[in-house]
Nanobody, 123 residues
Framework: QVQLVQSGGGLVQAGGSLTISCAASGRTLGMAWFRQAPGKQRQFVAFSGRSGGPLYYAEFLKGRFTISRDNAKKTVSLHMNSLETEATDVYYC???????????????????WGQGTQVTVSS
């Protein structure tokens, strides 16, 4: 079993930066970040393979977010820069313990999820 515990998040002004993190217990392969607005489906943000690569990002991020992984600490972080108000969402950490064939950007790829972290960007 894998458990994911998220930390970080909160309120930041537009144009600012924020980092959210996720600590995993148990063996994980790929780890990812998704976000979700009320009443909408979870949206892919970023993915990291087991060894810190390959790395994939949602196109709409335009290079402003970076996913990083520390396997010694079993953590994955999302560094968010140049934040816009549209980035306001609940962010979820996700992980897989085996490859089930789903695409990296699909929520179906990941069996384990963190508790969610609110990120609010004010104008």
């Amino acid at each position: 079993q894998v458990q994911l515990v998220q930390s970080g998040g909160g309120l930041v002004q537009a144009g600012g930066s924020l980092t959210i993190s996720c600590a995993a217990s148990g063996r994980t392969l790929g780890m990812a970040w998704f976000r979700q607005a009320p009443g909408k489906q979870r949206q892919f943000v970023a993915f990291s393979g087991r060894s810190g690569g390959p790395l994939y990002y949602a196109e709409f991020l335009k290079g402003r977010f970076t996913i990083s992984r520390d396997n010694a600490k079993k953590t994955v972080s999302l560094h968010m820069n140049s934040l816009e108000t549209e980035a306001t969402d609940v962010y979820y950490c996700a992980a897989e313990s085996y490859y089930n064939g789903a695409a990296y950007y699909s929520a179906l790829r990941h069996a384990y999820w963190g508790q969610g972290t609110q990120v609010t960007v004010s104008s």
